[in-house]
């Protein structure tokens, strides 16, 4: 299948393809409708020719017939020989006539020995029918021509000769004379071969059996049909069943034609044949001057189509090569702005994506760096704690989040205490990543200082504030702290939800729920402790951000906390880092090819012996 891989290689094959079809199309059907047009006009043209042509031969037996004629209207009158004889004079002496015989037959005898004897009396000058010859003339009552013979070589004319032949009958209807007038064939035939009609063609004058009398083809067979020509012998039987037609030979259009017209004066018709390209000469030369004239159409659209487009591919090269270059990460100066048409606007709307594209990689390289700094942020690893089994990961739905995780070690409060927090800023990307970086720090610094943990949320939120006051963000916090001296958990919920707990002995599973609301929204807002005490060796404490059972999937289902609780129940007896992983993958499997759009933070934590 043909592929054009260039725009001048499709401009010309759908620009091209369709004139070429169109030129095509309408030079198929003028053909057509040329062709029948030809024909029929070949047929009228042909008719009337050979018309023509017959119509000189019957004048010319026309003027010997009416001789004739006056002499059978002298039938059955009381008519002088004299006026019978001058009729036979003016006979023998009309153009083309050789010879007049007039033959009187006894009444005593059958037909055929008065002809006979006749024949024998003509020889011996008895009745020859030369003015004062013979015994003079005999009465008869009607005649008629008989017979007109074919041509026959006449050795004493030395050439071919047509009989007419008149019987004379009397009142009982008896033939008792003929009267035979013979004309020189050449005569009658005289510059019809050579005539319009057959000019630049094949031409015969043939009688009722397709016999050949005159042929202007030398090579001619002697009866038409006889050399195996499908038309010829379809013309020869459409000369039984009418006095003229044409005819077409087999293909389109067809090999060969054919015409002719039976002559009203004598036995004879003239046939001619003509090949079709002839016929279709004319359409057959402009249909050459047609083909060379499309060619040439369509070569100057293809040269046309060539110099306009030269210029825009050349510009589209240089935007595609400039393309990629900046793919490569290699940006160069503007592109030149030649034209002020499509292709002109397309190199201006370039240089414009390419500025705005330079500032997108900057701000792209700006986010990695910022992503990189927010991950340094969060804990590289787990802390190692006696006691304790925590893990933690935070998924960002952007390059930077709002989600906060962190382990804080309180050194100054003794071995074997260690705060967990987990924090989820309003909205996501950079501004929560700032406000989250903020809260990191506040909390940070106020951890190395002494007082209670609802203490030291208090003053966070305070210091928070400050930034807040004109913005509306706020972040929600869980601070949970661990004593493992103690076996003793204490936690502040700062409007986030609470930790879920599963205990594997009772099966169960608790909250751990306190009073708060989220930092940033009031300043004077005191925040309050909970605590619980004794702890059972293999409890999960999971604390997550809502990013978790707020997702999503392609049906528009939640996650939910039912599910989450269900994975970690399943996966109790597995490490604090597991059972995060087990979460995780869940989660994934839940949401497939949906978007992650808010930020995912969890944190394991599972006490040991």
């Given at each position: 299948?043909?592929?054009?891989?260039?725009l001048q290689q499709r401009l010309a094959l759908f620009l091209l393809l369709p004139v070429a079809l169109l030129l095509f199309g309408v030079g198929a059907l003028g053909f057509v409708y040329a062709s029948k047009n030809l024909f029929a006009l070949w047929r009228e043209v042909t008719i009337l020719k050979l018309q023509r042509a017959a119509h000189n031969v019957d004048m010319r037996m026309v003027r010997i017939k009416e001789r004739l004629q006056a002499f059978h209207d002298t039938a059955g009158e009381e008519a002088s020989p004299v006026v019978q004889e001058w009729i036979l004079d003016q006979l023998r002496s009309q153009e083309g006539v050789a010879r007049s015989n007039l033959i009187w037959v006894d009444g005593g005898l059958n037909q055929e020995n008065r002809l006979h004897q006749g024949r024998e009396k003509q020889s011996e000058g008895l009745a020859i029918g030369g003015k004062g010859h013979g015994r003079g003339m005999m009465r008869f009552k009607r005649a008629k021509i008989s017979e007109i013979t074919s041509p026959q070589y006449d050795s004493m004319k030395e050439h071919q000769t047509v009989s007419l032949v008149s019987d004379l009958i009397d009142g009982n209807g008896q033939i008792v004379g003929k009267l035979e007038v013979v004309v020189r064939f050449d005569y009658l035939v005289q510059d019809i071969m050579s005539g319009i009609a057959f000019k630049d063609r094949k031409g015969y004058l043939v009688d009722r059996s397709g016999n050949v009398l005159i042929c202007n083809d030398p090579k001619s067979p002697k009866r038409l049909g006889d050399d195996n020509n499908p038309l010829a012998k379809e013309t020869l039987e459409a000369m039984e069943r009418r006095p003229f037609g044409t005819l077409f030979g087999k293909g389109h259009p067809p090999d060969q034609v054919s015409g002719f017209y039976r002559l009203m004066e004598a036995p004879w018709t003239l046939v001619v044949f003509s090949p079709g390209k002839e016929v279709l000469a004319p359409i057959i030369r402009f249909r050459i001057h047609y083909i060379a004239t499309g060619l040439s159409i369509l070569l100057l659209v293809l040269l046309l189509i060539r110099m306009v487009m030269g210029r825009t591919v050349s510009s589209i090269k240089q935007v595609s090569t400039a393309a990629e270059k900046i793919a490569q990460g290699r940006y160069g100066p503007p592109l030149p702005v030649k034209t002020e048409d499509e292709v002109g606007q397309l190199t201006r709307s370039f240089n414009s994506m390419v500025l705005q594209l330079e500032e997108g990689v900057r701000l792209k390289e700006a986010l990695d760096l910022a992503m990189e700094i927010q991950q340094s942020f969060l804990p590289q690893k787990s802390p190692d704690v006696n006691g304790l089994d925590i893990a933690g990961t935070a998924i960002y739905c952007d390059e930077t989040g709002g989600d906060y995780y962190d382990f804080l070690h309180l050194f100054e409060l003794g071995d074997g205490r260690i705060a967990v927090a987990v924090g989820d800023v309003v909205g996501h990307g950079i501004g929560a990543a700032l406000l989250m970086t903020t809260v990191r720090a506040?909390?940070?610094?106020?951890?190395?200082?002494?007082?209670?943990?609802a203490e030291m949320i208090t003053d966070v939120n305070r210091l928070m504030c400050i930034d807040t006051e004109h913005t509306g963000d706020f972040m929600t916090l869980f601070f949970l702290l661990l004593d493992t001296n103690e076996r003793e958990i204490q936690w502040v919920r700062a409007g986030h939800d609470p930790a879920i707990v599963y205990d594997p002995v009772s099966g169960s599973f608790e909250e751990l729920k306190g009073s708060g609301m989220a930092l940033g929204v009031d300043d004077?807002?005191?925040?309050?402790?909970?605590?619980?005490?004794?702890?059972?060796?293999?409890?999960?404490?999971?604390i997550g951000?809502?990013?978790i059972w707020e997702t999503v999937n392609p049906q528009g289902e939640m996650y939910g906390k039912d599910r989450l609780r269900e994975v970690i129940k399943s996966n109790s007896q597995l490490s604090a880092e597991q059972i995060m992983q087990a979460i995780i993958s869940d989660l994934?499997?839940?949401?497939?090819?949906?978007?992650?759009?808010d930020d995912v933070t969890l944190v394991v934590v599972k006490t040991q012996t």
């Open positions: 299948m043909l592929k054009p891989k260039s506040f909390l940070r610094g106020r951890v190395t200082h002494s007082g209670s943990a004077n807002a005191q925040f309050q402790d909970n605590s619980s005490a004794g702890w059972s060796c293999g409890q999960v404490v999971v951000t809502d990013g994934t499997e839940f949401r497939q090819n949906a978007p992650q759009n």
